[in-house]
Structures are given as C-alpha cells and as structure tokens.
C-alpha cells in the first residue's frame, strides 16, 4: 500500500509546455506539501496545504500553481516550463499542523526534465 | 533564516563499524527535527522525529539527540550494514512556521562489505 504517491515518475517536455504533477496520500493526513530538490540536492518547500487551505507559498514563480481538490489531493501544475524548473519534485504529507503529527512522510518523487 | 549544514557530506566505513553523522541549524527556535534516508531514485523514508523539548530518541539501531541549544543533532547508527547505505538527511521545522522543514544537503553513507 503506498502512503503518498505521485503521478508521473518521470517527466520530460519540451520548454514553453505546461505540465502538471498529482499526488495522492491514503494516510488521512490533513496537510500536504510540494518541495523542489535541485541538482545539488538541497530540498526547498514550496507550497504547503492544510485541509485544502493554502498556508505556506514561498518565494515561487507563480507558473507555478498548486491545487488541492480535497485533503488528500495535492497537484501541481507549471506553465511555460523552463529549462531551470528541471528537478525532482516530492509531495509529502504529515497529520496536522502541530506535536508529534508534524513527521513527514514523502512521495517517490517526479523527476521533471525540461529541454 | 534558518540554515542546516551536515557533516560530512560523505562518510564511506567497513561493514560493522558504529558512526555518526551531524547535523547544525544556526536558529535555535525550532518546533522539531526530523532525519530521512533517501536511497537512489527514491523518495524519502522518515527515519526519527524529535520534538523541541526532547533529547533523543530511538529506534533500532538508530539513535537521534538533540541538542537545541547549541543547534546541534547527531544520528548514531550501530553496528552498521551495507543496507544502510543511502544519503542521510536532517530537516528543521521553525518554531514559528513548524510546517516548513529545512533541509541539510545530506550526508551520503557508503557502508563496504
């Protein structure tokens, strides 16, 4: 049974394409969240949700847009890709917002590549 | 804004050996840390979570500590197997935002049979 997934697992598109990315978690969790690893691998958050309420959105692009149909749902979507949004993209989830349910549990990954 | 540096950023030891990996965060207002491993290609495993107000924990042959005060944690591994090898993360979330994890660059651990 996978926790938090991600569709797809590998993604290559031509610069200019927009391009979502869906994840889904089976863990009743009420928050999600998007983080970009780069090819250093530093992980950076981008975009967290809380029962599909938007509460962290960092300094991103806004090609970038993340949508969250219902608590377990959180997608992201990219317009006019560049060649720099090319990264490994994590989804991951954690039970709420404070104490011990703040542990995070990751997605697989998408690895986005833009040419 | 916080800052999370790991040392080493690679460790590679004999089958069997115990070791440490270190992590530092420069703001010591933090609500919890949290370790990963992260294996090729793959997503992230949550490996221990420490709240604030905790000194260690454990969980097999893992053993996290922190120290707030200083900014320091280290993750002790016994008796170590080739299996634990993968990249070794540590993340911090701010007391003030304790949804939003930073993250060290890693320590990526080789474990040779």
């Known amino acids: 049974d996978t926790a938090v997934s991600q569709t797809p697992k590998y993604l290559v598109t031509q610069m200019g394409n927009d391009k979502s990315i869906k994840c889904e978690q089976n863990?009743?969790?009420?928050?999600m969240y998007w983080y970009k690893q780069d090819s250093k691998k530093f992980l950076k958050i981008m975009f967290s949700?809380?029962?599909?309420?938007?509460?962290i959105n960092e300094t991103v692009p806004n090609r970038f847009s993340p949508k969250s149909p219902d608590k377990a749902h959180l997608n992201l979507h990219i317009n006019s890709l560049e060649l720099g949004d090319s990264a490994v993209y994590f989804c991951?989830?954690?039970?709420?917002?404070?104490?011990?349910?703040?542990?995070?549990?990751f997605g697989q990954g998408t690895r986005l590549t833009v040419v | 804004k916080q800052e999370v540096t790991q040392i080493p950023a690679a460790l590679s030891v004999p089958e069997g050996e115990n070791l440490v990996l270190n992590c530092s965060f420069t703001?010591?207002?933090?609500?919890?840390l949290q370790w990963f491993r992260q294996d090729p290609g793959k997503g992230l495993t949550s490996l221990l979570l420490?709240?604030?107000?905790?000194r260690e924990q454990t969980s097999g042959r893992l053993n996290a500590s922190l120290d707030k005060s200083s900014g320091r944690s280290t993750l002790y591994i016994a008796a170590s197997q080739p299996g634990d090898s993968a990249t070794y993360l540590c993340?911090?979330?701010?007391?003030?935002?304790?949804?939003?994890?930073?993250f060290g660059s890693g320590t990526k651990l080789n474990v040779k049979p």
């Open positions: 991951a989830s954690s039970l709420k917002q404070g104490g011990m349910n703040t542990e995070a549990f």
């Open positions: 863990l009743g969790h009420d928050t």
């Open positions: 949700y809380n029962n599909k309420e938007l509460i």
């Open positions: 703001d010591s207002a933090i609500y919890n």
């Open positions: 420490i709240q604030s107000s905790q």
């Open positions: 993340a911090v979330s701010p007391l003030y935002n304790f949804n939003k994890f930073y």
